[in-house]
Nanobody, 124 residues
Framework: QVQLLESGGGSVQAGGSLRLSCTYN?????IGWFRQAPGKEREGVAA????????YYTDSVKGRFAISKDNAKNAVYLQMSSLNPEDTAMYYC????????????????????WGQGTQVTVSS
């Protein structure tokens, strides 16, 4: 069973930056970052294949967020810059054990294991 642990959340002012970390005990095929704001559906933010550098981003974070990995540390990172209040949410790290095979990368149902989340709050 894959265990995931997120860290790095916090409170920042608009325009600021944060880096989220996700560590895992067994390497999955993909690691994804999802977020859920109060009253909103969970949405995929970014994902990356753990062996090849194939990142995916939702449109609203392109150019501002960067997902990266360190296989030696069993870790995936989400560098978030130019944060705005709309980025405020609980951020979750999730592990997908299979290839995408034409599936939408942002489909949360394709991710089997989930961390407990880390809160990101951006104030204006």
């Amino acid at each position: 069973q894959v265990q995931l642990l997120e860290s790095g959340g916090g409170s920042v002012q608009a325009g600021g930056s944060l880096r989220l970390s996700c560590t895992y005990n067994q390497r999955p095929t993909y690691i994804g970052w999802f977020r859920q704001a109060p009253g909103k559906e969970r949405e995929g933010v970014a994902a990356i294949h753990t062996l090849i550098t194939v990142p995916y981003y939702t449109d609203s974070v392109k150019g501002r967020f960067a997902i990266s990995k360190d296989n030696a540390k069993n870790a995936v990172y989400l560098q978030m810059s130019s944060l705005n209040p709309e980025d405020t949410a609980m951020y979750y790290c999730a592990a997908r054990m299979t290839s995408m095979s034409g599936a939408r990368w942002s489909d949360a149902g394709g991710f089997t294991y989930w961390g407990q989340g880390t809160q990101v709050t951006v104030s204006s």
